[in-house]
């Protein structure tokens, strides 16, 4: 924790936000009685991969894209590939192609849900908001909660097995090319995977109940905390279903009114627009129909349990079920994610099942080839919410323009509002102290930011830069008025 | 040694990646919480880096919050190891050396598709960008490298069991990758 004094008041900052993926630094201007005047999430990170892919052949893209993020490189990896498809002119893959793609993605999101929920986020959940900052790690869940903690690593554990196996990394394999993939599984490799799913199984269902449990164990609180309303943004497929791979946008209101349905992803630009701060690097996204002030919305896994009328997957539905039943229709409470985002993680367990039955998987009809196009769009539900990736050719196959909206970014307003609601209950007015602080962090957890995608931390701030190599050369300068 | 080793990890213009495939020695966390004390790393709440005996780098330099980061890494941690390609070389995010700074800031803050109140984020919480982006030896003595985008998990077993026996490292070929 930093505080320093300026002219406006009192200024404490959280640098860098932790147990999250990525760094992220919060804000809070405070006045000389701890009153609240502001609270922010910065997302200080800047990479410019729209500018520095251009030029490159379009081939490159899924494999360079993927290095945006270690957590999630299949998201972009697919996101990429769906995109690129439809510049090499294929609109269906082979039935191979396709099923290998879905089981990577359901091994993706499996396994940074159980990243996110266990790893990072279960420590606050277990110990308590304001328990021993040395406390709140995984190693310490491991050691009180042997159970929980073990659980964790081995769901995340299958995930990254299934994602080596198809692709031949846990992390930034390569699997999808222009038009397909360049390859499918072998027997061996999916009996080895099938041997693990009764007891991954009966894991991911005992997930769902933990993430349960623990929300109802506090519910009042569990329910206040860091409460925002919004309208929620996400694919479904054709009948409604829940769908993380292929689908169409479904946008629900604040009541849990369809607003808009069955939009094409191809034309997102036509519904999204996005919102430039001077004050963080992301950006942030609004409906162009409601406008900059009442047009946020919110992704990931609690807008698409709400958003969806049902899930394909019978225990995930009954799980879902249960999740809308205790809501009375849509669930708003930033740490209903957690619990929503179990639900998830049991639907890709049973779709992981259902594929690994399918004799597709083991195909040898890799690759089409269509009409080239010049522009291509790829939309996917990412762990955290929906991930549009939009390139444009020229004759070459050389990418000249690129455009990219991450998960995380969709949820800057919502994380932004959440920081302040929280700030406001645990800060405002009163002593602070590391604890009340973590109270921040735990709302931001809940939305599960990849900052990764979209970060890094900054610590003091100069006007000046001058970075001097360890013999005393100067590298670089850079001033602030130089933009 | 006899004491736990006092380990720091922190990614600077990485994408976490070698974090994960750190996370992918899986359930061996456990046995490593028995020779390895936590300090600063993204899985813990501890902010700053102190007295340290190894210390892990992802990524490389992009602002100058990754310089002061990386300095204080270096004066904490008795060991500095850069790990994964952007440390090492700058990586992927290094691309952006062959464009202007101001080129790659335009074209997503002013040029991009959908974009509302177009300007260059320049609030004073946000960092200066280094005008390129560096790998960490150019700025701070390295005592290791673990090559790879990311290491294989396994590769950060052998650093951390090699330093734990008072051992040099060795990575066989099968841990020595550079993808
Ligand atoms: S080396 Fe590779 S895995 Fe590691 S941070 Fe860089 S891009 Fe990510």
């Known amino acids: 924790m930093k505080i320093s004094n300026k002219k406006t008041g009192k200024r404490v900052v959280i640098d860098p936000v932790s147990r999250v993926e990525g760094h992220g630094k919060v804000t809070l201007l405070l006045d000389e009685n701890n009153r609240l005047q502001e609270a922010r999430l910065h997302i200080v990170e800047f990479r410019g991969f729209e500018k520095f892919i251009e030029g490159r052949p379009y081939e490159e893209v899924a494999v360079l894209v993927q290095r945006l993020c270690g957590i999630c490189p299949v998201s972009h990896h697919l996101a990429a590939a769906k995109a690129i498809d439809q510049l090499v002119g294929v609109n269906q893959l082979t039935p191979t192609a396709e099923k290998i793609r879905r089981l990577l993605h359901y091994g993706q999101v499996l396994q940074s849900h159980a990243l996110h929920f266990f790893h990072l986020s279960s420590p606050d959940l277990l110990f308590g908001f304001e328990s021993d900052l040395h406390r709140r790690n995984i190693i310490e869940v491991i050691k009180d909660f042997p159970d929980i903690g073990r659980q964790g690593i081995q769901l995340r554990k299958f995930g990254q097995d299934i994602i080596q196996a198809i692709s031949g990394k846990k992390i930034h394999g390569v699997i999808a090319v222009p038009g397909g993939v360049n390859r499918s599984l072998d027997i061996s490799q999916r009996d080895t995977l099938r041997a693990q799913l009764p007891d991954v199984l009966e894991k991911s269902q005992k997930a769902v109940a933990i993430s349960r449990d623990l929300y109802l164990s506090n519910i009042e609180m569990h329910q206040r905390f860091g409460f925002i309303e919004s309208s929620f943004l996400g694919l479904v497929d054709s009948k409604g279903a829940l769908e993380l791979y292929d689908g169409n946008i479904r946008i629900k209101d604040q009541e849990g009114n369809i607003f808009q349905d069955q939009l094409d992803d191809n034309h997102y630009f036509d519904y999204i627009q996005e919102e430039v701060r001077s004050w963080s690097y992301m950006k942030f996204p609004f409906l162009s129909d409601l406008g900059i002030e009442k047009g946020w919305y919110r992704v990931g896994p609690l807008a698409r349990i709400n958003n969806c009328d049902f899930i394909s997957t019978p225990l995930a539905e009954k799980a879902r079920q249960e999740f809308i039943q205790f809501h009375h229709g849509v669930a708003q409470a930033p740490l209903a994610y957690h619990w929503a985002r179990m639900i998830e993680l049991l639907h890709c367990a049973e779709q992981i099942e259902t594929l690994l039955q399918d004799e597709d998987i083991l195909g040898n009809e890799l690759i089409l080839k269509g009409k080239a196009q010049q522009e291509g769009i790829g939309v996917i539900e990412a762990p955290r919410g929906t991930l549009i990736h939009h390139y444009k050719i020229d004759d070459e196959g050389l990418i000249e323009k690129a455009n990219l909206i991450v998960s995380t970014t969709q949820n800057n307003q919502a994380m932004n509002d959440s920081v302040r609601e929280v700030a406001q209950e645990y800060i405002d007015g009163q002593e602070i102290t590391e604890g009340a602080l973590n109270q921040i962090e735990v709302a931001i957890r809940a939305y599960d930011p990849c900052l990764s995608c979209a970060t890094h931390a900054m610590g003091k701030m100069p006007l000046k830069l001058e970075l001097f190599d360890h013999q005393g050369l100067l590298l670089d300068t850079k001033t602030k008025s130089g933009f | ?179």
């Open chain 2, 1 to 179: 040694m006899t004491q736990k080793i006092r380990l720091a990890t922190c990614s600077l213009a990485g994408c976490f990646g070698c974090h994960m495939s750190f996370l992918d020695i899986d359930e061996a966390l456990i046995s490593v919480a028995d020779i390895v004390e936590f300090d600063r790393s993204p899985i813990t709440d501890i902010k700053h880096v102190t007295n340290c005996d190894i210390g892990l780098i992802e990524g490389g330099i992009c602002n100058s919050d990754n310089i002061e980061v990386l300095k204080e890494f270096r004066e904490q941690c008795k060991i500095l190891v850069a790990v994964g390609a952007c440390a090492i070389t700058g990586g992927v995010p290094a691309l952006r050396n062959h464009f202007e700074l101001k080129e790659c800031l335009e074209e997503v803050y002013l040029k991009g598709k959908g974009v509302v109140n177009p300007q260059i984020p320049s609030d004073e919480e946000l960092p200066l960008l280094t005008e390129k982006v560096y790998p960490i030896h150019e700025v701070v003595k390295i005592d290791y490298s673990l090559p790879g985008c990311p290491p294989p998990a396994d590769a950060f077993m052998e650093l951390i069991t090699a330093i734990k026996q008072n051992r040099e490292p060795k990575l066989e070929y099968a841990l020595r990758h550079f993808d």
